[in-house]
């Protein structure tokens, strides 16, 4: 036998593990990149045929349908701000997702925890009941052809030519047309943000604060006093939401804040129209239980 034949023999069993060890572990031990928190992107659903409202002859079934058909793209819209709300609250996300998140809420980028601040008092759910009060009054229970041609149910403009449909008593000059949507959802979530950014209705997202801070629920009605710019009503539009909202039993309201309110009326040769325009985009039988309200529990209002 040759004097090196065992040296051989032992290089022969040995040689797998030394490839092994030179070829392969380096690889298995490549660090997996970590995931980045991002901005989480709005949901999207599938497009739904809007229900012919207006062939709907009972008045009681037709509010009724019309309030389940909206409510469960509320609840939808309402889980997924609150779930963004709890990411923004906990400090989920980096620096690049709270600025996307701040440039979709309108805040400017400054220091990360101005921008939290500020989101936590924007990204918050919207109380049901005051929804369900508008959708129903700016599409007139479903039946309006915004509604029913263009999914849109709470009346946003849009500004681009061809966007939307032109309404028929557009006043001469303006530019303005009814937003189309692709899906009922759509118009919900753009009409959400709408509330939740617009400069106009910073009032609707300061009363919402109050009731965060308090801890209580939110009330549709109380919020709504945040709304005299929704509508060139002003308060009137306001009281119209909160007795649709009374008349209806959309919420309990152990505080009153549904109570009537008289509105003292100008004299009709000094009566200025002041609102702006913040539908531009960047919507006497209740139901025996009204729609959940969300919870004051979620994270305080900053």
Known sequence: MPRHFPLLVLLTVVSPFITLHTVLLPRWNVPIPQETPTAPAETATEEVEVPDFAS?????????????FITQYVEQRNQDLLALRKRIYNRELDDQALEEVGHRYRVKWTHPEEVRAKLLKKVDAVPPSLVLAQAALESAWGTSRFAAKGNN?????????????????????????????????????????????????????????????????LSGCYVAQGLTHYSEMGDTYVENVKLLIRSNRLERDPQGYCAPIEIAQEPAETAVETAPEPQTLAIDQAPQNPPPTPAPESPPAG
């Open 56 to 68: 709907i002859e009972s008045v009681r079934e037709r509010k009724s349908q019309f309030f389940d």
């Open 153 to 217: 149910f709470f009346g946003q403009w849009c500004h681009t030519p061809g966007c939307g449909m032109v309404p028929n008593r557009r006043h001469e000059g303006a530019n303005h047309e009814v937003q189309i949507f692709e899906t009922p959802f759509d118009s919900v979530a753009a009409y959400m943000r709408n509330l939740n950014s617009h400069p106009a209705y910073r009032g609707f997202r300061e009363k919402r604060a109050e009731l965060r801070a308090q801890r209580q629920a």
